[in-house]
């Protein structure tokens, strides 16, 4: 398996602009997690998804933000309109149900996103 | 809900120095518990984890960590550090349920470690 993959790498955008990153979990996990890693805050839990439904948002900053998990093979994070405050790196995790073999979290590379 | 503590935010030691990195979480119940590192520029490694039985838990690296219970606890350690070992390390805790809002994973504030050569 490639592992999890995230979509762009690097974006950078202008405030204002929508901004969608993207996330293929691992084939075979139920769990896939959204964070944000910043200087100040350090890792934040934004949201997280069990079969495709979200489970808990309120890691989510602002109405700004919003994810959707059509499907098992595919997440998005959206931020519309950007804001320069939203500069950061985000992950993404995918990890299987507890209870069955390899149940930690494995992280995508993460998307730089620069709001300038 | 579930938090977790990791006492030292910056760590500076020298090569072949002994590293052991605090973390505390707070829930009572059964845990699982997580370390990661975090190398510069790159994403999230599992360095360990824990989910039941013998509290040392041996992994990567020559890394270890033990669970106390008692003491709602699961330090890291390492007894002779490198260079590079030089990165960000994260405890991480989720309550290891089947139920989807038991599978929280949080992560402490993560401990930045220097190796100076």
């Known amino acids: 398996d490639a592992g999890v993959i995230q979509s762009p790498r690097h974006e950078v955008t202008e405030m204002g602009q929508e901004v969608t990153l993207r996330c293929k979990p691992i084939s075979g996990h139920d769990y896939l997690f959204w964070y944000r890693q910043t200087m100040m805050r350090g890792l934040e839990l934004l949201i997280y998804?069990?079969?495709?439904?979200?489970?808990?948002d309120s890691g989510m900053p602002e109405d700004r933000f919003s994810a959707k998990m059509p499907n098992a093979s595919f997440s998005t994070l959206k931020i519309q309109p950007s804001e320069p405050r939203d500069s950061a790196v985000y992950f993404c995790?995918?990890?299987?149900?507890?209870?069955?073999?390899?149940?930690?979290?494995?992280f995508g590379q993460g998307t730089r996103l620069t709001v300038v | 809900a579930q938090s977790v503590s990791q006492h030292n935010h910056h760590v500076i030691l020298s090569e072949a120095a002994s590293l052991e990195l605090g973390c505390n979480y707070s829930?009572?119940?059964?845990?699982?518990l997580f370390w990661y590192v975090q190398y510069p520029g790159q994403h999230l490694q599992l360095l360990l984890k824990y989910f039941s039985g013998d509290p040392l838990v041996k992994g990567i690296k020559g890394f270890e960590a033990e669970f106390i219970k008692s003491k709602f606890s699961f330090n890291l350690r390492k007894p002779s550090v490198q260079w590079s070992d030089t990165a960000e390390y994260f405890c991480?805790?989720?309550?290891?349920?089947?139920?989807?809002?038991?599978?929280?994973?949080?992560f402490g504030g993560g401990t930045r470690v220097l190796v100076k050569p």
């Open positions: 998804f069990n079969n495709n439904v979200p489970i808990d």
């Open positions: 991480a805790v989720d309550l290891g349920s089947i139920k989807a809002a038991g599978n929280k994973l949080t």
């Open positions: 995790a995918s990890r299987s149900t507890p209870g069955q073999a390899n149940t930690e979290a494995f």
């Open positions: 829930y009572g119940g059964t845990v699982n």
